[in-house]
């Protein structure tokens, strides 16, 4: 018989912020800490990598979840939405979870999943060829860009450009471009051969993708919400101005439930936009919870990329990329079904009232900021060796957190990678201080970023889009 420690069977710092972080009534508080340590305690692995994992669903991400999807469904009740459409691939696990709350909550919504991306509906959405169109074309400015992944996103050959290209200078389409070069190419798209091969495609990408959108009853009156983990919304931006290129939109706007959204945040025309975590005017003082990759990796599902849609026997199917098979040997499986134990056994034992009478409040964010800034050990090597691809085309994967000599820490500041996890990993002193530097290098980052965005990608039109 395997031993168990002590310490491992008392409390641990996750169950008791949810009992004394004050982001509900009392009673609810103590229910989540003890459904976090009774699942917990329900699994004991033999080995501390799958161990991790299973803790780590039942004391951060189910809760962290579970406490969002709770917060979007009384927001739907409270703006009469009847039907959420959950975004691929993040909103996969957030459905399940809310088709455990919902008859345990007696919510009267509908949940359906949208098979989308950022790749499906953004191309397809373009009309004209504008500013937004141009920045998620070349987006990041921080981050490695290569003319040869744009014209793969154009779905455009060099050889059919190539006039174009020569003319802005390139020569070598695999060279990465400079910031300057980036800012100089934002005109490439507006040539008159780039642009009309571009709405050429866009259009052949439309007829299928709206069929899929009205094949799933976006265009059926009924009131609809979307819901994703957030960032930007630029899915929610592009199906916006997607339902309107098929006279399918709603007047009243799109609406969009996030779990965080920053000041790169885009919406078309009227839409609304809500987050749990952090939004744009709370940004500053909540850029400790500020952190892209893990929400992701905690969303992670074993499921491809959808690309474009076809037809097939009558009806309009995603084509999807190969789910990578390392997700489902690093242990996505464990993470599902130890989220999953923790939603269940919080909607058997809550009171039903609660559910309907009860707010929670971003502060149940408080266990994903000690995970996120504090990791131990065993978490920072678990979860940081997991390979991740914050690009569009999800190529340029890597692991989260890898472990870097000192001189590597500019690096990792810049990039999209788990900065804490990647400390603790490398053994960093002092751990700490950088800790903490990077708060405040992250809040750079974003207001960089914006500021990048604002003069490179300037929006001519208010009346369609609002960039706060």
Request: net charge positive.
């Amino acid at each position: 018989m395997q031993m168990i420690s002590r310490a491992y069977l008392t409390h641990n710092r996750y169950e008791h912020a949810l009992n004394s972080s004050p982001w509900a009534e009392p009673e609810v508080q103590s229910i989540f800490s003890g459904a976090s340590r009774s699942t917990r305690l329900s699994q004991v692995y033999p080995d501390i990598h799958r161990q991790v994992i299973w803790d780590t669903g039942t004391n951060v991400i189910g809760p962290l979840f579970t406490t969002f999807v709770w917060w979007l469904l009384q927001q739907a009740k409270k703006d009469g939405i009847k039907r959420l459409y959950f975004m691929a691939r993040d909103g996969f696990i957030l459905k399940e979870i809310a088709d455990i709350l919902i008859p345990t909550g007696n919510f009267e919504i509908e949940t359906r999943y949208l098979q989308v991306s950022r790749q499906s509906l953004l191309y397809a959405s373009i009309k004209d060829v504008d500013t937004f169109d141009t920045r998620w074309l070349m987006w990041n400015p921080l981050t490695p860009l290569s003319v040869k992944t744009i014209l793969q996103r154009l779905e455009i050959m060099p050889d059919m450009v190539s006039a174009e290209l020569n003319k802005y200078g390139i020569q070598n389409i695999d060279k990465l471009l400079t910031l300057s070069q980036k800012w100089k190419f934002r005109s490439f798209f507006s040539e008159p051969k780039v642009k009309k091969l571009i709405l050429q495609r866009a259009q052949e990408r439309f007829v299928t993708t709206d069929a899929y959108l009205r094949q799933e009853g976006l265009t059926d009156g009924t009131s609809f919400a979307l819901v994703d983990l957030g960032w930007a919304a630029l899915s929610q931006y592009a199906l916006s101005r997607l339902l309107e290129k098929s006279n399918g939109r709603p007047s009243t706007g799109v609406k969009g439930y996030y779990l965080g959204n920053t000041w790169l945040l885009w919406r078309y025309r009227n839409d609304t936009v809500k987050s749990f975590l952090f939004e744009p005017s709370n940004l500053i003082s909540r850029i400790a919870l500020v952190q892209y990759e893990l929400p992701e990796i905690f969303a992670k599902v074993d499921q491809g990329r959808t690309v474009a849609y076809t037809q097939n026997n009558g009806k309009i199917v995603p084509i999807l990329d190969a789910a990578s098979p390392k997700f489902t040997t690093w242990g996505i499986d464990i993470q599902k079904n130890s989220v999953l134990a923790f939603t269940k056994e919080v909607a058997t034992v809550l009171p039903k009232h609660f559910w309907q009478s009860v707010s929670p409040t971003s502060a149940a964010g408080k266990i994903f900021k000690l995970f996120s800034n504090w990791p131990s050990t065993a978490e920072a090597e678990v979860y940081g060796k997991f390979i991740h691809g914050a690009d569009i085309e999800e190529k340029q994967s890597r692991e989260v957190a890898p472990i870097v000599k000192f001189w590597d820490i500019p690096r990792i500041y810049s990039g999209y990678y788990w900065v804490q996890g990647c400390i603790v990993r490398s053994r960093i002193f002092p751990g700490s201080f950088f800790i903490a530097f990077f708060s405040f290098i992250n809040f750079l980052r974003h207001w960089i970023l914006l500021i990048i965005a604002q003069n490179a990608f300037p929006q001519k039109n208010h009346k369609e889009s609002v960039h706060p």
